[in-house]
Nanobody, 123 residues
Framework: QVQLVESGGGLVQAGGSLRLSCAAS????????MGWFRQAPGKEREFVTF????????YYADFVKGRFTISRDNAKNTVYLQMNSLKPEDTAVYYC????????????????WGQGTQVTVSS
């Protein structure tokens, strides 16, 4: 019912910044809460952040607080993840996801996923 496409990943040095985008189509974007997850090789997919459909409420995993910012532009059907002060441990594939209403940080609560975009942070 909604299709998600991430972009903006790449290779950066530690301390640098990247801005990820997730473009949505197929259904009213503003009807969904949106989240970002990441998965490193050999690791479980982990929650990074989410934003309510209105954009008025956000929540962040402890390991990104103060460094990452999620935002959305419902008029453009796009959610963003601004990543600052990147660390090598931030290296992972980053996925955006949509949910009718986020009630937990469990990936299973999100019904729609993008294909992922690779973020690599060098030392």
């Amino acid at each position: 019912q909604v299709q998600l496409v991430e972009s903006g990943g790449g290779l950066v040095q530690a301390g640098g910044s990247l801005r990820l985008s997730c473009a949505a189509s197929g259904r009213t974007f503003s009807s969904y809460d949106m989240g970002w997850f990441r998965q490193a090789p050999g690791k479980e997919r982990e929650f990074v952040t989410f934003i309510r459909r209105s954009g008025g409420n956000t929540y962040y995993a402890d390991f990104v607080k103060g460094r990452f910012t999620i935002s959305r532009d419902n008029a453009k059907n796009t959610v963003y993840l601004q990543m600052n002060s990147l660390k090598p441990e931030d290296t992972a594939v980053y996925y955006c996801a949509a949910a009718a209403r986020v009630s937990s940080v469990d990936p299973s609560d999100f019904g729609y996923w993008g294909q992922g975009t690779q973020v690599t942070v060098s030392s």
